[in-house]
């Protein structure tokens, strides 16, 4: 056992050999850290990793119980306890993997096209959704065809991201244009081949299609929302309740991935490790570009400012925070696509589980903010939060549209 433990008298995990899923993307990162840098054997696991093609795959292989437990799109857990996704299986997160990591992408045409209708379009995200509303106009005028932009699944941040940005310049998701579900590792192939003309994904799909010439990065996850939160380790509610040891060990050594991510330095060896693994079969170029550490992003639009850039540890990124998954879950109902008449509380409590977090953080003596809520979006600056072991320096937070969220 790892000398990093606040208590010495932490309960042994019942199982050794684990298989955990993945798809391959960027924030990955914690999962194969983990890994490579020893720090699931340091909790006696033995872990396999498996890469998925798609989120769909990924999600069969958790309902059906190949997989011990997988890195998840924030709403997968609500979406799959509900029966609104597959099987209804009963999942939960204890914990945040990242913030932030996607971005929007489009053709070099859509934004070229966006820059002659507007010359100052990529001076805001709001502006930016603005020029692609005048876009979409002046294509209807000449009896062009809709814009096709793609996300990478039904129940995902990318969706309604992608969703707010649109209404935010006035374009009318469901009436627009039309919007496609396609696998992470399908979205630079097919924009490039005609078949899409934008995107919201994770990196390093973004990069790689800037990189070949083909696409544009608009704006990113922080752009649109500040501290968003991505990806989450999942696992299903009987496995953790069969298994509680097991699970606190997998949350210690995925904590000690994400705190080694966010340390000066890492980012680069972290792109060799998701490249040279073989997890991502793209160069470790794009990948250590698209995977950018907040603090070191350019500032500058047309570099891309924000978009891909993620966090992985600081500013308590990795606490399960009921309010950023109720601020998903309200969108789902905002576009219809969950009933007004579910209790969003009751369900987010038993999917989302702060408790079991604040477990594993205190085996590792990281401190955990006091409450299981926040507002959202509340804050342009840095700001501080009350937290079990003193305040706790957080990120800017706010909307691209100003907006408040409270449960």
Request: net charge negative.
């Amino acid at each position: 056992m790892n000398s990093t433990l606040a208590d010495g008298n932490i309960p042994k995990p019942e199982l050794q050999r684990l298989t955990l899923g993945m798809l391959p993307l960027n924030d990955a990162a914690p999962l194969v850290v983990a890994l490579e840098k020893g720090f699931f054997a340091d909790e006696g696991l033995d872990v396999s990793l498996s890469v998925e093609a798609s989120w769909a795959g990924l999600r069969d292989g958790m309902q059906l119980g190949m997989l011990d437990g997988a890195q998840m799109l924030a709403l997968m857990p609500l979406a799959s306890t509900l029966g609104l996704d597959g099987r209804a299986t009963p999942l939960i997160s204890a914990m945040t993997l990242n913030l932030g990591g996607n971005a929007i992408t489009v053709s070099q045409a859509v934004h070229a096209h966006m820059i002659a209708l507007d010359p100052d379009a990529m001076r805001s995200p709001v502006a930016q959704a603005k020029a692609l509303a005048q876009v979409i106009e002046t294509r209807r005028e000449a009896g062009e065809a809709k814009l096709r932009l793609a996300n990478v699944y039904a129940f995902s941040s990318h969706r309604y991201l992608l969703r707010y940005w649109l209404a935010a310049g006035g374009i009318d998701p469901e009436n627009d244009l039309e919007l496609r579900v396609v696998p992470p590792p399908l979205m630079a192939l097919q924009l490039e081949s005609g078949r899409l003309d934008g995107y919201c994904v994770g990196e390093p799909w973004n990069r790689l299609a800037a990189s070949r010439g083909q696409g544009r990065m608009l704006c990113g996850s922080f752009d649109i929302w500040g501290g968003s939160q991505e990806k989450v380790f999942g696992v299903r509610e009987a496995w953790a309740q069969q298994y509680p040891n097991t699970h606190r060990a997998l949350l210690r050594a995925l904590l000690r991935a994400c705190r080694w991510l966010d340390e000066p330095g890492n980012r680069e060896q972290a792109a060799r490790l998701l490249c040279l693994g073989g997890y991502l079969d793209v160069s470790p170029a794009v990948v250590e570009s698209g995977l950018r550490d907040p603090q070191q992003a350019s500032s500058s639009r047309e570099e891309g400012g924000l978009a891909g850039a993620t966090l992985f540890h600081r500013h308590a990124a990795n606490f399960p925070w009921h309010s950023q998954t109720l601020w998903y879950a309200r969108q789902m109902q905002r576009w219809g696509h969950l009933s007004e008449s579910i209790d969003l509380q009751s369900i987010v409590e038993r999917c989302v589980r702060p408790d079991l977090y604040r477990q594993a953080a205190a085996d590792l003596g990281i401190s955990v903010p006091l409450a299981d809520s926040k507002i959202e979006g509340a804050h342009g600056d840095a700001w501080r939060l009350a937290g079990d072991l003193g305040d706790i320096v957080m990120m800017a937070d706010r909307f691209l549209d100003g907006r408040r969220f409270g449960p």
